[in-house]
């Protein structure tokens, strides 16, 4: 079983900064999607980030953003460590949410789909991010 554990959310100021973390388990991140998503009060569960690798055919390696966060987000992974990042800088009132990590390692996601919550198939807690202007 694929088990995720998200942390480092907090209160942070109007263009500020804040690194997630995600620790992994049970995932082998050679084969398989592990995403950021985040949910504001009232809306939907939003894909901001996701890093899909895949060696079977059609073979992917890409990062893939949101237009809402492209420039200011960053995600990487650390295989060694077993743990995914979310460096958010220039922090804006509306990135106030809570942030999930997700993974799915049945192949179920692509280049076309990877903001979808629906196509992964673990998750873990969310961490409250907010933002005060």
């Known amino acids: 079983d694929v088990q995720l554990q998200a942390s480092g959310g907090g209160l942070a100021q109007d263009g500020g900064s804040l690194r997630l973390s995600c620790a992994v388990s049970?995932?082998?991140?050679?084969?398989?999607?592990i995403a950021w998503f985040r949910q504001a009060p009232g809306k939907e569960r939003e894909g901001i980030s996701a890093?899909?690798?895949?060696?079977?055919?059609?073979?992917?390696?890409?990062?893939y953003y949101a237009d809402s966060v492209l420039g200011r987000f960053t995600m990487s992974s650390d295989i060694t460590k077993k743990t995914v990042y979310l460096q958010m800088n220039r922090l804006k009132a509306e990135d106030t949410a809570v942030y999930y990590c997700?993974?799915?390692?049945?192949?179920?996601?692509?280049?076309?789909?990877?903001?979808?919550?629906?196509?992964?198939?673990?998750w873990g807690q969310g961490t409250q991010v907010t933002v005060s202007s």
């Open positions: 049970g995932f082998h991140f050679d084969d398989g999607a």
């Open positions: 997700a993974a799915d390692d049945l192949f179920g996601v692509y280049g076309s789909n990877w903001a979808r919550y629906w196509s992964y198939t673990s």
């Open positions: 890093i899909i690798r895949r060696r079977i055919s059609p073979s992917e390696d890409a990062t």
